[in-house]
T-cell receptor, first 113, second 112 residues
Framework: EAQVTQNPRYLITVTGKKLTVTCSQN?????MSWYRQDPGLGLRQIYYSMNVEVTDKGDVPEGYKVSRKEKRNFPLILESPSPNQTSLYFC????????????FGSGTRLTVV | TQLLEQSPQFLSIQEGENLTVYCNSSSVFSSLQWYRQEPGEGPVLLVT?????EVKKLKRLTFQFGDARKDSSLHITAAQPGDTGLYLCADPIGGSNYKLTFGKGTLLTVNP
């Protein structure tokens, strides 16, 4: 089944403790992206990647890092999480977002205390 | 950054009713995508509209793209509880970025 898989689905962590949210897709898509979704603010793009080793900042990149060493994987790294990064995070992939839209994962609900 | 405004923000209706939700921008859309997000899941693409004046149908859902490509609407006929969800419009920004900017959505609840 074609899908985008994120792990974990739920995570509670403490301020400052580095964490990684993994994302993997099995559709051989070039484009991948991370979004966060917050009440009243909607979905906002954090980072995106056009291919292996090619990444760029979205609208809210501060406090996040990404890497794209392999085509299928696009992990999101929070080096020093803070409470304002408490959010619902989505990874997405596409062969061409403009023409075909994104396929989204099921989300990771992160709470930073 | 182009802002997408969706209305209404919330909509609660009874099963069998018809409804329309809207997506507007002050700028011209290159194209427009509509997604539905169910509770606890990621958004799922419903349709992409590209040409001004375009109408697309997906079962009971009808999508229209304004002639000037600055607005779009989603009409649902005879709504069912399974239509409940957050309806999002998104503007794909092409060129070298391939970013996708989303509106804040319309949260639809269809009561049995």
């Amino acid at each position: 089944e074609a899908q985008v898989t994120q792990n974990p689905r739920y995570l509670i962590t403490v301020t400052g403790k580095k964490l990684t949210v993994t994302c993997s897709q099995n559709m051989n898509h070039e484009y991948m992206s991370w979004y966060r979704q917050d009440p009243g603010l909607g979905l906002r793009q954090i980072y995106y990647s056009m291919n292996v080793e090619v990444t760029d900042k979205g609208d809210v990149p501060e406090g996040y890092k990404v890497s794209r060493k392999e085509k299928r994987n696009f992990p999101l790294i929070l080096e020093s999480p803070s409470p304002n990064q408490t959010s619902l995070y989505f990874c997405a992939s596409s062969r061409d977002p403009t023409r075909y839209g994104y396929t989204f994962g099921s989300g990771t609900r992160l709470t930073v205390v | 950054t182009q802002l997408l405004e969706q209305s209404p923000q919330f909509l609660s209706i009874q099963e069998g009713e018809n409804l329309t939700v809207y997506c507007n921008s002050s700028s011209v859309f290159s194209s427009l995508q509509w997604y539905r997000q169910e509770p606890g899941e990621g958004p799922v693409l419903l349709v992409t509209v590209v040409t001004g004046g375009e109408v697309k149908k997906l079962k009971r859902l009808t999508f229209q793209f304004g002639d000037a490509r600055k607005d779009s609407s989603l009409h649902i006929t005879a709504a069912q509880p399974g239509d409940t969800g957050l309806y999002l419009c998104a503007d794909p920004i092409g060129g070298s970025n391939y970013k996708l900017t989303f509106g804040k959505g319309t949260l639809l609840t269809v009561n049995p």
